[in-house]
């Protein structure tokens, strides 16, 4: 890991703190990077199912018994 110095908006750093639950700036900066990260594979893995053919929700829906 490195060290790096950066001016942080701490209004905004504190917001954030508030909505991620964390304590420490530290803790802020790492969780809201790992939200970025999260969300753009969330965004990817939706792009994915959302291909024509790539996911059959009917088959799904039947895997567990269904209403049969």
Do not use: C, H, Y
Not at 4 to 11: A, G, K, L, P, Q
Request: glycine share 8%.
């Amino acid at each position: 890991m490195s060290k790096t110095s950066v001016e942080i908006d701490r209004d905004i750093a504190a917001q954030a703190a508030d909505i991620l639950g964390t304590a420490t700036l530290r803790d802020t900066i790492d969780a809201a990077l790992r939200e970025i990260v999260n969300a753009r594979r969330r965004l990817e893995l939706m792009a994915l199912l959302s291909e024509p053919g790539r996911f059959d929700f009917d088959v799904i829906e039947g895997a567990w018994g269904g209403d049969d």
